[in-house]
């Protein structure tokens, strides 16, 4: 065997093995997610498989990415003909790879939000739900705010007020039609399934879905006058999980940036 058809074989394995490697890393990062939704296993298994990957994903995405390079340069060097198929088999390994580091470190930062559920603007007196009550009848977690074990009602308002401090009541200077139709626009803009839009009652409810593990979280929106102003509270519940990894607080965050 010469020297070009050796390093046109070393090319061979490199690729292959980035891809595969990558591949495979891939595979276990989607299974997380995909066995919670099938109802595999619960959803701390599910978060455990991606928070046990996080320690070692960059690594291989590391070596991922030196074997690209190395695939692209000897492939160039020996003039090798299956050069762009090379390329490709490396490069999807590599993307995979880094796909696997990235997203379950973003799930690693989201621990440090506190392990609770349920987030409302107003935690003496937070916005009922109505249409939303019978789609929770198999729900593992309550409708009744702060329930969540461990912790008193009182330790769980503090405990989100510490961690979202702006999501309090909202006065607004429009009329509550306007902020009605503006919080109507803003829940479907997010996305979010509206199963109730009841203006005389100032009350809107939707169903949001979670990205990667499919939960369903349900969302409540309150308006009334009061004086010259609007007051728009809203409350969003998680219907599994002790904790929501800061999911439902980033939610009501995001519908009041776009209201």
Known sequence: MNDTTSSKTYIDWIAIAVLTVGL????????????????????????????????????????????????????????????????????????????SWYIPSTVQARLVYPVIHDISTDVNNPPVYVANAPLRIEAANPMEYGTVEGLSPEEHAQAQLEAFPDLVPQLIDASPQEVFDRALAALETMGLEITAAVPEEGRIEAVATTFWFRFKDDVVIRIQAEGNQTRIDARSLSRVGRGDLGANGLRLQEFFSLL
């Open 24 to 99: 495979i890393i891939g595979l276990i990062f989607l299974a997380a997610p995909a066995g919670t939704s099938l109802g595999l296993w619960v959803f701390g298994t599910g978060l455990q498989i991606l928070i046990t990957l996080d320690p070692y994903t960059h690594w291989i995405a590391i070596v991922c990415a030196v074997g690209l390079l190395a695939v692209v340069i000897m492939a160039i060097r020996s003039k090798a003909e299956n050069t762009v198929k090379l390329c490709t088999f490396a490069a999807i390994g590599t993307l995979s790879a880094f796909l």
